[in-house]
């Protein structure tokens, strides 16, 4: 399936046991969409063989999607765009960006939702060579804490690998602001690896930069 230049409002896709793909996406508008299933931890609402380019989200929710092969260049974004309780094998983000984030299910799920989701994450990711390649990507901010670190393809000099046990005794009011938020994203994650990424379209990414290079300069960052 080929679309170019369509204009998508209010669709809403709910419930697992789906599969979204193959399709080329060119220069379409995503405004107020759903893409959403709180209740399979197996992930069976599955994105796969996806190449987008060009395309813009505005109010769009994204909830419990296993994302397989995908492509996304040149994406518009109104807002952080937020990938919770999400999973990702091959996607590649490339070009510039605006603002994405995944995180973990929202604590208004109920804890054995919550529980599931984050338990069939980990097992998801055993079986995954690489999660994500973002080192291409041009964000205006990002946050993948939601991703294990070590699965995720990046640019070294902006975009660094943490691990859980370099901060073991670390106080975090020692570090600058910005590497205490990174180096706490392990309070949220189940995964003992996470990327900081300092992001290159920000107006702080000199500063963001040098707090992520002050982790590195304390051996607590590649």
């Known amino acids: ?27 379409c508008q995503f405004v107020n ?15 796969r ?3 987008a380019s060009r395309c813009a989200l505005r109010g769009s929710v994204v909830q419990g999607v296993r994302f397989e092969d995908v492509l996304v260049e040149r994406l518009t974004t109104t807002g952080m765009i937020h990938l919770e309780a999400c999973v990702f094998r091959h996607v590649t983000l490339r070009g510039p960006m605006n603002s994405m984030m995944t995180i973990p299910p929202a604590p208004f799920w ?30 205006a901010e990002a946050d993948f804490y939601w991703v294990p670190g070590e699965l995720v393809r990046r640019d070294p000099a902006t975009q660094l690998l943490l691990r859980r046990s370099s901060f073991d005794g670390v106080d975090h009011a020692s570090l600058p602001l910005d590497a205490q938020i990174a180096a706490e994203r392990f309070e949220s994650t189940p995964f003992d690896t996470v990327v900081a990424i300092a992001p290159t379209r920000s107006k702080h990414f000199a500063e963001r930069l040098a707090a992520l290079n002050e982790l590195r300069r304390r051996g607590l960052a590649e």
């Open 1 to 27: 399936m080929e679309l170019e230049r369509q204009h998508f409002s209010d669709t809403r896709v709910i419930g697992s046991g789906r599969t979204i793909g193959p399709a080329r996406l060119d220069r």
């Open 110 to 139: 109920p804890d054995e939702s919550q529980a599931a989701f984050t338990a069939s994450a980990v097992a998801f990711y055993r079986d995954v060579d690489w999660a994500l390649d973002i080192s291409q990507a041009e964000f």
């Open 49 to 51: 063989d996806i190449v």
């Open 33 to 47: 969409c759903s893409l959403v299933q709180r209740d399979d931890p197996e992930y069976g609402l599955v994105v």
